[in-house]
């Protein structure tokens, strides 16, 4: 819809600061979108893990995890996808496995049981959306998305949680920074 698309401010993805937030008891995409960004869709469930989630999680290509499916939008402008696992032992007895986690999200519920994330790490790529996609995202012919993978890992270096996300590249402004 133009309306939507027409006066749009970007959205900054500021990695990693962006993931300290929920220590606060805030949402991640607040970080990004200062509480712009609402969940327009949750779905919570058991899947068969895929070779990369299975082999990131420790476990084997069709095992059972949790997947915590969303979409989010921004100014009611669907701009987000994701799909974050987890090992279904780990959190069935938590909030993780309803769709509202509660303050902090996820990552205060692994820490509250011990798996509280402290590395992460993002893969990125530009591509076209596929038919599923460009439909959940609204988004006109010819735009791309950015495909991300992040891994979280604890303390003892598990991975405790992989998030497939997909972005309208037209929306988000990636910011990224280190020291060295």
Same mark, same amino acid.
């Given at each position: 819809?133009?309306?939507?698309?027409?006066?749009?401010?970007? @959205? +900054?993805?500021?990695?990693?600061?962006?993931?300290?937030?929920?220590?606060?008891?805030?949402?991640?995409?607040?970080?990004?979108?200062?509480?712009?960004?609402? #969940?327009?869709?949750?779905?919570?469930? &058991?899947?068969?893990?895929?070779?990369? +989630?299975?082999?990131?999680?420790?476990?084997?290509?069709?095992?059972?995890?949790?997947?915590?499916?969303?979409?989010?939008?921004?100014?009611?402008?669907? +701009?987000?996808?994701?799909?974050?696992?987890?090992?279904?032992? #780990?959190?069935?007895?938590?909030? @993780?496995?309803?769709?509202?986690?509660?303050?902090?999200?996820?990552?205060?519920?692994?820490? &509250?049981?011990?798996? &509280?994330?402290?590395?992460?790490?993002?893969?990125?790529?530009?591509? #076209?959306?596929?038919?599923?996609?460009?439909?959940?995202?609204?988004?006109?012919?010819?735009?791309?998305? @950015?495909?991300?993978?992040?891994?979280?890992?604890?303390?003892?270096?598990?991975? +405790?949680?992989?998030?497939? #996300?997909? @972005?309208?590249?037209?929306?988000?402004e990636l910011e990224?920074?280190?020291?060295?």
């Amino acid at each position: 819809m133009p309306g939507k698309r027409g006066s749009f401010e970007r @959205i +900054v993805r500021s990695f990693p600061s962006r993931l300290k937030v929920w220590r606060e008891g805030a949402a991640i995409q607040d970080a990004d979108t200062g509480k712009r960004a609402r #969940m327009v869709e949750v779905t919570v469930g &058991e899947v068969r893990a895929s070779a990369s +989630v299975a082999s990131a999680l420790g476990v084997a290509p069709g095992d059972p995890v949790l997947r915590r499916s969303r979409r989010f939008a921004v100014d009611q402008r669907p +701009v987000q996808l994701a799909d974050s696992f987890y090992l279904v032992d #780990m959190v069935r007895a938590t909030p @993780i496995v309803y769709t509202d986690t509660g303050p902090g999200g996820v990552y205060a519920r692994l820490s &509250e049981i011990g798996h &509280e994330p402290v590395r992460f790490t993002e893969k990125l790529h530009a591509r #076209m959306p596929y038919p599923a996609e460009r439909t959940a995202l609204e988004l006109p012919g010819g735009t791309p998305v @950015i495909a991300i993978v992040r891994t979280a890992f604890d303390a003892d270096d598990h991975c +405790v949680e992989v998030t497939e #996300m997909t @972005i309208d590249a037209s929306a988000y402004e990636l910011e990224y920074h280190a020291t060295v």
